[in-house]
């Protein structure tokens, strides 16, 4: 009987325990130390009140939010000075402007029972270098991280179907993005002004490209897009250094400004495309050859295809209908034809004139005593391309990479390897690297990257 009494009474404590134990308890409402996470008025502190954490702007250094707490409502930690938050798993929300303007914060781990992050949640967090999303997020608002300058990656999870405009817009330094196949679009502006950020893949299941999406990413070179996409919003590329990119077959129709102003050489246009906005291509230098597979677009807007590269070529099928005649110009163009299959007339070595795969990109701080590098050029071509590397001192900024070298660049003497060390010389100039490449048989193929 003793040893019944005493296991009962074990039981009881056991289950005492259970219930008072931080996982399973009900918050108090009240003031919790922001630096413990425990209830007390040792301040600086911060507000429960039913689960949702509130008020605590005043908190500084290193933040704990206690078990329990189920939301993190809007404008809690603004222009906060806290360097680092926990989060417990029990919170399921984050507000809008949550952490916003807390320009101490440097990194930030979501736990998975989030499932929202609020508009402006953590915007212009100037700090922030790291920030990790749970499996369980399936929205971020908008401008969620917009002006975050310091965050170099980030990975959405497959969870996430909805990223708001502008989210990671004025994300400077933001170089590495891996998108989850949860998508279904690419919000307006969402990498605006990502000037760090040099290629990306969209994932399957994308239908459309927003406006402004990448405008204004200045390293962005290569963007691979799934054959789900169907619009290209207007400026979506604009002012970037994109050389090269695949047109799906499912798109129909091309913005306004979608590829103005970037470092295209040539471009595949799709049978699908019904439709191209006004100034799409318009100032991309480099573009001197567009391959229509199709009849041509039934809109074509003004200055699609105006100030690009010289004497710019339009290759079309004999079958096509809807371009001028090939001895009349089309938006500017002279037109060309080509076979759909053309026929193999002779046993004649191919030729391809050297390609580069992207434009040259140097890494490295431009500072007197540091050194430069070239990062590694991919040509191809037939015969397979020889090349060489030549450093060049401007006296403006080469932007973007270009095939033209401008007058305001001369030559470095005996600066011919893929490093160049920075002496007193090169300083307040700027600096680029040109790369040449040749096939045997073809003419020579020049890039000059940007400084």
């Known amino acids: 009987m003793r040893k019944l009494l005493a296991l009962g009474a074990l039981l009881s404590l056991a289950s005492t325990l259970l219930i008072a134990s931080p996982s399973h308890a009900t918050l108090t409402d009240g003031t919790y130390v922001c630096s413990t996470g425990l209830a007390g008025s040792t301040t600086p502190t911060y507000r429960i009140d039913s689960g949702v954490v509130n008020t605590g702007g005043s908190c500084s250094g290193a933040v704990v939010i206690p078990t329990g707490a189920v939301a993190i409502s809007g404008n809690t930690f603004r222009t906060s000075t806290l360097s680092s938050i926990t989060i417990p798993g029990s919170v399921t929300s984050i507000g809008p402007a949550a952490f916003q303007l807390a320009t101490s914060l440097t990194s930030v781990t979501i736990p998975n029972s989030v499932t929202s992050i609020g508009r402006d949640a953590f915007e212009q967090t100037t700090a922030l270098t790291s920030i990790t999303l749970g499996n369980g997020v399936t929205s971020i608002g ?16 497959n969870s996430v179907t909805s990223i708001g405009e502008n989210a990671f817009g004025q994300a400077h330094a933001l170089a590495s993005v891996t998108l989850g196949s949860g998508l279904t679009s690419i919000a307006d502006s969402l990498f ?19 406006q402004s999406a990448f405008q204004g990413s200045s390293s962005l070179t290569s963007v691979i897009l799934p054959n789900s996409v ?18 799906p077959n499912s798109v129909t129709s091309i913005g306004s400004e979608a590829f103005k102003r970037t470092g295209l050489s040539s471009i595949t246009i799709p049978r699908s495309v019904t439709s191209i906005g ?6 991309s230098t480099s573009l001197t050859t567009v391959r229509f597979q199709g009849n041509a677009p039934a809109t074509v807007g003004a200055n699609a295809f105006t100030d690009i590269g010289p004497s710019p070529k339009l290759l079309i099928e004999r079958s096509a209908t809807g371009f001028s005649s090939t001895s009349a110009p089309w938006n500017g163009f ?50 397979t391309p020889e090349s060489t590397v030549s450093w060049y001192s401007c006296s ?10 401008p007058s305001t660049c001369q030559p470095i003497t005996n600066a011919t390897g893929e490093k160049l060390k920075l002496s007193p010389r090169h300083s307040g100039r ?22």
């Open 278 to 283: 006004g100034s799409a291509f318009n100032g």
């Open 334 to 383: 002279t037109v060309e034809l080509f076979d759909e299959s053309p026929p193999q007339t002779s046993n004649a070595p191919t030729l391809l004139r050297a390609q580069l795969v992207r434009p040259p990109v140097v890494s490295g701080k431009a500072k007197v005593s540091r050194t430069l590098r070239l990062n590694s050029v991919f040509w191809w071509g037939l015969p």
């Open 192 to 210: 605006f002004n990502a000037d760090s950020l040099t290629s990306i893949t969209i994932p399957n299941g994308v239908t459309s490209i927003g």
């Open 430 to 451: 700027f600096v680029s690297v040109k790369v040449t490449g040749i096939s045997a048989g073809t003419p020579a193929t020049v890039w000059l990257s940007r400084s």
């Open 142 to 157: 908008v401008k969620a991280f917009y002006g975050a300058t310091a965050l170099t990656s980030i990975t959405i999870p």
């Open 396 to 405: 403006k900024r080469v932007r973007p990479a270009t095939q033209t070298v």
């Open 230 to 247: 169907t619009s290209i919003g207007s400026g979506a590329f604009l002012d970037t250094a994109l050389s090269s990119i695949t047109i």
